[in-house]
């Protein structure tokens, strides 16, 4: 069970990761419109 905890934990930091990943390329001002719209897509799934 321990192990299980673990690797739900790791996949978590992971989804926080990704998360904030987006929110650096959204707030960066270097993404095209379309793949903005499609990284906050994407942003909002995890």
Same mark, same amino acid.
């Given at each position: 069970m321990a192990q299980d905890v673990a690797i739900l934990?790791?996949?978590?930091?992971l989804e926080h990761e990704a998360i904030g990943t987006y929110q650096l390329g959204a707030e960066s001002g270097l =993404?095209?419109?379309?793949? =903005?719209?499609?990284?906050?897509?994407?942003?909002s799934q995890h």
């Amino acid at each position: 069970m321990a192990q299980d905890v673990a690797i739900l934990n790791v996949a978590l930091a992971l989804e926080h990761e990704a998360i904030g990943t987006y929110q650096l390329g959204a707030e960066s001002g270097l =993404l095209q419109p379309a793949v =903005l719209q499609t990284a906050v897509l994407f942003q909002s799934q995890h």
